[in-house]
Nanobody, 124 residues
Framework: QVQPVESGGGLVQAGGSLRLSCAAS????????MGWFRQAPGKEREFVAA????????YYAGSVKGRFTISRDNAKNTVYLQLNSLKPEDTAVYFC?????????????????WGQGTQVTISS
């Protein structure tokens, strides 16, 4: 198993940037597709971004495409999410997830392991 642990959340003004990190335990990090999801109060957890095992393929939700960038460093067992041009509607708890079966995955049911989440709050 792997245990993702998120960090880097905080309070940022609209238009600002944040960089989230997700550190995952295990020697086979490169065998997992990784993804970011977010959940705002009263809403379902939604897909944000995903990256393939090698990092060669990425996919983004339409609401964040062009503003967010997902990347990974397999040597450091870490996946990142760069959040730029932030909007108040980006406010949510952001979760990191790992999928040991898929090359890349965009749905909640495909992911096997989840972090505890990190709060991102955007002020207007």
């Amino acid at each position: 198993q792997v245990q993702p642990v998120e960090s880097g959340g905080g309070l940022v003004q609209a238009g600002g940037s944040l960089r989230l990190s997700c550190a995952a335990s295990g020697r086979t990090f490169g065998s997992y597709a990784m993804g970011w999801f977010r959940q705002a109060p009263g809403k379902e957890r939604e897909f944000v971004a995903a990256i393939s095992r090698s990092g060669g393929t990425t996919y983004y939700a339409g609401s964040v495409k062009g503003r967010f960038t997902i990347s990974r460093d397999n040597a450091k067992n870490t996946v990142y999410l760069q959040l730029n041009s932030l909007k108040p509607e980006d406010t949510a708890v952001y979760f990191c997830a790992a999928d040991r079966h898929s090359v890349i995955a965009t749905t909640r049911s495909e992911y096997d392991y989840w972090g505890q989440g990190t709060q991102v709050t955007i002020s207007s």
